[in-house]
Protein backbone atom coordinates (compact mmCIF):
# COMPACT_ATOMS: atom_id res chain seq x y z
CA UNK A 1 0.00 0.00 0.00
CA UNK A 2 1.49 3.37 -0.55
CA UNK A 3 1.32 5.46 2.53
CA UNK A 4 0.35 9.22 2.34
CA UNK A 5 1.21 12.37 4.41
CA UNK A 6 -2.12 13.74 6.34
CA UNK A 7 -3.33 17.21 5.52
CA UNK A 8 -2.89 19.34 8.67
CA UNK A 9 -5.95 19.67 10.50
CA UNK A 10 -5.69 23.25 10.66
CA UNK A 11 -4.01 26.06 8.65
CA UNK A 12 -0.47 26.68 8.29
CA UNK A 13 -0.89 29.95 10.18
CA UNK A 14 -3.45 28.06 13.01
CA UNK A 15 -0.47 27.94 15.47
CA UNK A 16 0.49 31.15 16.36
CA UNK A 17 3.30 32.17 17.76
CA UNK A 18 4.30 28.97 19.41
CA UNK A 19 4.65 27.72 16.21
CA UNK A 20 5.00 29.37 12.98
CA UNK A 21 3.80 28.48 9.20
CA UNK A 22 7.53 28.61 8.49
CA UNK A 23 7.70 25.76 10.32
CA UNK A 24 5.16 24.35 9.34
CA UNK A 25 5.89 24.75 5.77
CA UNK A 26 8.82 23.02 6.53
CA UNK A 27 8.09 20.57 9.61
CA UNK A 28 5.15 19.04 7.93
CA UNK A 29 5.35 19.42 4.09
CA UNK A 30 9.37 18.16 4.26
CA UNK A 31 10.28 16.51 7.08
CA UNK A 32 7.15 14.13 7.55
CA UNK A 33 6.51 14.10 3.64
CA UNK A 34 10.10 12.81 3.63
CA UNK A 35 9.51 10.06 6.01
CA UNK A 36 5.81 9.21 4.09
CA UNK A 37 8.16 9.69 0.55
CA UNK A 38 11.36 7.20 1.79
CA UNK A 39 9.10 4.60 3.57
CA UNK A 40 7.54 4.25 0.22
CA UNK A 41 10.42 3.99 -1.67
CA UNK A 42 12.05 1.04 0.79
CA UNK A 43 8.74 -1.29 0.62
CA UNK A 44 7.75 -2.48 -2.57
CA UNK A 45 7.98 -5.85 -2.83
CA UNK A 46 9.29 -6.50 1.11
CA UNK A 47 6.63 -8.07 3.79
CA UNK A 48 5.88 -4.65 4.56
CA UNK A 49 4.32 -3.73 1.43
CA UNK A 50 0.69 -4.76 2.52
CA UNK A 51 1.18 -3.87 6.12
CA UNK A 52 -0.61 -0.80 8.41
CA UNK A 53 1.57 1.57 8.83
CA UNK A 54 0.75 0.59 12.82
CA UNK A 55 1.91 -3.12 12.32
CA UNK A 56 5.17 -1.81 10.64
CA UNK A 57 6.11 0.40 13.57
CA UNK A 58 4.83 -2.74 15.66
CA UNK A 59 7.18 -4.81 13.85
CA UNK A 60 10.21 -3.60 11.59
CA UNK A 61 13.33 -4.11 13.11
CA UNK A 62 15.50 -1.00 13.63
CA UNK A 63 16.94 -0.13 9.92
CA UNK A 64 15.57 2.15 7.64
CA UNK A 65 11.63 0.58 7.28
CA UNK A 66 11.25 1.31 11.17
CA UNK A 67 12.97 4.88 10.88
CA UNK A 68 10.88 5.78 8.36
CA UNK A 69 7.42 4.25 9.07
CA UNK A 70 7.76 5.34 12.98
CA UNK A 71 8.47 9.03 12.04
CA UNK A 72 5.47 9.31 9.74
CA UNK A 73 3.50 7.83 12.47
CA UNK A 74 4.90 9.64 15.31
CA UNK A 75 4.35 12.89 13.21
CA UNK A 76 0.69 12.43 12.28
CA UNK A 77 0.43 11.62 16.01
CA UNK A 78 2.10 15.10 17.17
CA UNK A 79 0.40 17.03 14.62
CA UNK A 80 -3.18 15.95 15.05
CA UNK A 81 -3.19 16.67 18.67
CA UNK A 82 -2.18 20.29 18.06
CA UNK A 83 -4.49 23.10 17.57
CA UNK A 84 -4.91 27.07 18.10
CA UNK A 85 -3.69 28.94 21.14
CA UNK A 86 -5.90 28.29 23.71
CA UNK A 87 -8.66 26.57 21.82
CA UNK A 88 -8.67 23.35 23.14
CA UNK A 89 -12.33 22.75 23.73
CA UNK A 90 -11.52 20.19 26.16
CA UNK A 91 -9.55 20.09 29.62
CA UNK A 92 -7.11 17.47 30.01
CA UNK A 93 -8.48 14.33 31.31
CA UNK A 94 -8.65 14.51 34.79
CA UNK A 95 -6.70 11.58 35.40
CA UNK A 96 -3.50 13.10 34.89
CA UNK A 97 -3.62 15.36 37.83
CA UNK A 98 -4.83 12.13 39.81
CA UNK A 99 -1.86 10.28 38.95
CA UNK A 100 0.38 12.76 38.68
CA UNK A 101 -0.21 14.72 41.38
CA UNK A 102 -1.21 17.53 39.65
CA UNK A 103 -1.47 18.92 35.96
CA UNK A 104 1.52 21.40 37.01
CA UNK A 105 3.35 18.68 38.41
CA UNK A 106 3.04 16.73 35.25
CA UNK A 107 4.07 19.43 32.86
CA UNK A 108 6.65 19.92 34.93
CA UNK A 109 7.53 16.08 34.45
CA UNK A 110 6.70 15.78 31.15
CA UNK A 111 9.34 19.05 30.67
CA UNK A 112 12.24 18.13 32.38
CA UNK A 113 12.21 14.65 30.64
CA UNK A 114 11.69 16.29 27.36
CA UNK A 115 14.86 18.99 28.22
CA UNK A 116 16.78 15.71 29.16
CA UNK A 117 16.53 14.10 26.02
CA UNK A 118 20.04 13.78 24.40
CA UNK A 119 19.91 14.69 20.64
CA UNK A 120 16.73 13.64 18.78
CA UNK A 121 13.67 12.30 20.09
CA UNK A 122 10.20 11.97 21.26
CA UNK A 123 9.11 12.40 24.65
CA UNK A 124 6.00 10.52 25.54
CA UNK A 125 3.09 10.12 27.98
CA UNK A 126 2.09 6.40 27.83
CA UNK A 127 -0.98 4.09 29.20
CA UNK A 128 0.46 0.72 29.92
CA UNK A 129 -2.28 -2.29 30.50
CA UNK A 130 -2.55 -1.74 34.10
CA UNK A 131 -4.16 1.63 33.31
CA UNK A 132 -1.00 3.43 34.85
CA UNK A 133 0.24 6.41 33.24
CA UNK A 134 4.22 7.18 32.42
CA UNK A 135 6.30 9.27 30.74
CA UNK A 136 8.81 7.46 28.19
CA UNK A 137 11.73 9.36 26.66
CA UNK A 138 12.69 7.71 22.87
CA UNK A 139 15.66 8.85 21.19
CA UNK A 140 15.25 8.98 17.16
CA UNK A 141 12.63 7.80 15.64
CA UNK A 142 11.25 5.28 18.85
CA UNK A 143 7.89 4.78 19.71
CA UNK A 144 6.77 3.03 22.71
CA UNK A 145 4.19 1.20 20.94
CA UNK A 146 7.11 -1.48 20.60
CA UNK A 147 7.31 -1.90 24.19
CA UNK A 148 3.62 -2.81 24.59
CA UNK A 149 2.84 0.51 25.84
CA UNK A 150 -0.24 2.86 24.37
CA UNK A 151 0.55 6.27 23.20
CA UNK A 152 -1.38 9.11 24.71
CA UNK A 153 0.53 12.39 23.91
CA UNK A 154 4.07 13.38 21.88
CA UNK A 155 6.27 15.86 21.59
CA UNK A 156 8.67 16.09 18.97
CA UNK A 157 12.35 17.54 20.40
CA UNK A 158 14.22 16.84 17.37
CA UNK A 159 15.64 20.52 16.63
CA UNK A 160 14.06 20.62 12.91
CA UNK A 161 10.34 20.82 15.27
CA UNK A 162 11.66 24.02 17.14
CA UNK A 163 14.75 25.70 15.82
CA UNK A 164 13.21 28.14 13.36
CA UNK A 165 11.36 29.58 15.91
CA UNK A 166 13.25 29.35 19.05
CA UNK A 167 16.75 28.00 17.88
CA UNK A 168 18.21 26.06 20.19
CA UNK A 169 15.42 27.30 23.44
CA UNK A 170 14.08 23.94 23.82
CA UNK A 171 12.71 24.96 26.91
CA UNK A 172 10.81 28.04 25.75
CA UNK A 173 9.53 25.58 22.84
CA UNK A 174 7.96 23.19 25.36
CA UNK A 175 6.74 26.03 27.57
CA UNK A 176 4.96 26.96 24.53
CA UNK A 177 3.76 24.07 23.59
CA UNK A 178 0.69 23.71 26.21
CA UNK A 179 -0.84 26.39 24.99
CA UNK A 180 -1.61 24.47 21.63
CA UNK A 181 -2.17 21.10 22.80
CA UNK A 182 -5.55 19.59 21.70
CA UNK A 183 -7.11 17.68 24.35
CA UNK A 184 -10.56 16.68 22.68
CA UNK A 185 -8.35 14.85 20.45
CA UNK A 186 -5.53 13.70 23.06
CA UNK A 187 -8.39 12.44 25.72
CA UNK A 188 -9.55 9.92 23.12
CA UNK A 189 -6.42 8.02 23.21
CA UNK A 190 -6.90 7.39 26.85
MN1 LIG B 1 9.83 16.16 13.57
Redesign the pocket.
Known sequence: MTHQLPVLPYAQTALGEVLSAHTLQF?HGK??QTYVDNLNKLIPGTEYESLSLEAIVAKAPDGAVFNNAA?VWN?TF?FEALCAPGSSTSAPCACIAEQFGSFEAFKEAFNKSAIGLFGSGWTWLVKDGDGKLSLVNESNAGNPLRKGLKPILCV?V?E??YYLDYQNRRAEYLNKIWDILNWTVINKRF
Open positions: HHHQHYDWHA
